[in-house]
């Protein structure tokens, strides 16, 4: 990366710019050495994105930004990217910071364009990166700014697959807390939130017509299911879901709790023998 830039460092963006604008002249050498530099282009960032590279991608936007983009499309990838880290973090700490940088970009993304339902997608994934590493009331307040964002992209661009993934998890999360939860969820949001698995096998249906081949969509289904009662299908959208090839980060994690999930459906129930 330093390589790709080090012609256009040592000149100076701004020395470039008033080059062009004409108020001085560069050297011939120097303009040889920037007309040779190599642009960066946001689909460099995709590719690396899509091979799972991400500190690579991440250099790639950040790069971009350096260079004066600021449009959403750059910071919502931005954002991602930040997520994206926070799994392989060592620490809590590192995990937060990463995961509040994230939420600025975020939330940066939807300022600069509201009607981009990517930007929206990816506030929602920021919130649900750094709910899990808060304190109860706070990991329930963003929830509700989960679904918020969740079903804003969805009303945006109802072919993010992303956002019905996202809903349909929130609907078996809301519809299986505990009473403890349950009572605080009550005060965080006034009452409490309409969920159910329905509405998430619902969600999770929609996520699977637009994008089969994602490993999530068909484990989080069978996982619904088999909170239901609903063996068969359980066993039916995991197993698919396990056949399925890992192309995402997040997706050899998925197919693990497809696999503890088909232990609890094969499990044998426990005999209780009480003596009178």
Same mark, same amino acid.
């Given at each position: 990366?330093?390589?790709?830039?080090?012609?256009?460092?040592? %000149?100076?963006?701004?020395?470039?710019?008033?080059?062009?604008?004409?108020?001085?002249? #560069?050297?011939?050498?120097?303009? &040889?050495?920037?007309?040779?530099?190599?642009? =960066?282009?946001?689909?460099?960032?995709?590719?690396?994105?899509?091979? !799972?590279?991400?500190?690579? &991608?991440?250099?790639?936007?950040?790069? #971009?930004?350096?260079?004066?983009?600021? *449009? /959403?499309? #750059?910071?919502?990838?931005?954002?991602?990217?930040?997520?994206? $880290?926070?799994? *392989?973090?060592?620490?809590?700490?590192?995990?937060?910071?990463?995961?509040?940088? &994230?939420?600025?970009?975020?939330?940066?993304?939807?300022?600069?364009?509201?009607?981009?339902?990517?930007? +929206?997608?990816? #506030?929602? =994934?920021?919130?649900?990166?750094?709910?899990?590493?808060?304190?109860?009331?706070?990991?329930?307040?963003?929830?509700?700014? =989960?679904?918020?964002?969740?079903?804003?992209?969805?009303?945006?661009?109802?072919?993010?697959?992303?956002?019905?993934?996202?809903?349909?998890?929130?609907?078996?999360?809301?519809?299986? =807390?505990?009473? %403890?939860?349950?009572?605080?969820?009550?005060?965080?949001?006034?009452? $409490?939130?309409?969920?159910?698995?329905?509405?998430? %096998?619902?969600?999770?249906?929609?996520?699977?017509?637009?994008?089969?081949?994602?490993?999530?969509?068909?484990?989080?289904?069978?996982?619904? +299911? /088999? &909170?239901?009662?609903?063996?068969?299908?359980?066993?039916?959208?995991?197993?698919?879901?396990?056949?399925?090839?890992? %192309?995402?980060?997040?997706?050899?994690?998925?197919?693990?709790?497809?696999? *503890?999930?088909?232990?609890?459906?094969?499990?044998?129930?426990?005999?209780? !023998?009480?003596?009178?």
């Amino acid at each position: 990366m330093k390589r790709i830039l080090l012609p256009l460092a040592k %000149v100076g963006y701004s020395s470039i710019l008033l080059a062009g604008a004409g108020f001085f002249s #560069l050297s011939p050498l120097l303009q &040889a050495q920037a007309a040779d530099a190599p642009v =960066i282009t946001l689909a460099q960032g995709d590719a690396l994105e899509e091979k !799972i590279k991400t500190q690579d &991608a991440l250099d790639i936007y950040l790069q #971009l930004e350096k260079g004066g983009r600021k *449009d /959403a499309a #750059l910071l919502y990838r931005i954002a991602r990217e930040y997520a994206e $880290l926070m799994p *392989d973090a060592k620490t809590k700490a590192e995990k937060l910071r990463l995961g509040e940088i &994230a939420l600025d970009y975020a939330k940066r993304a939807v300022a600069a364009d509201a009607t981009d339902g990517n930007s +929206y997608l990816c #506030l929602a =994934i920021c919130y649900g990166r750094l709910a899990p590493l808060l304190d109860n009331r706070t990991e329930l307040e963003y929830s509700r700014l =989960i679904k918020d964002d969740a079903e804003t992209a969805l009303r945006l661009d109802p072919k993010l697959d992303d956002a019905d993934y996202i809903l349909g998890a929130w609907n078996f999360e809301m519809s299986n =807390i505990g009473v %403890v939860l349950r009572e605080l969820a009550k005060l965080v949001y006034g009452r $409490l939130p309409e969920s159910s698995d329905e509405k998430a %096998v619902e969600y999770l249906q929609k996520g699977i017509e637009l994008a089969p081949q994602r490993v999530c969509h068909h484990i989080e289904l069978g996982r619904v +299911y /088999a &909170a239901m009662g609903k063996k068969d299908l359980a066993r039916e959208e995991i197993e698919k879901g396990l056949a399925l090839p890992i %192309v995402e980060r997040d997706d050899e994690e998925m197919k693990q709790h497809g696999r *503890d999930t088909l232990k609890t459906l094969t499990a044998k129930p426990v005999v209780i !023998i009480t003596h009178r």
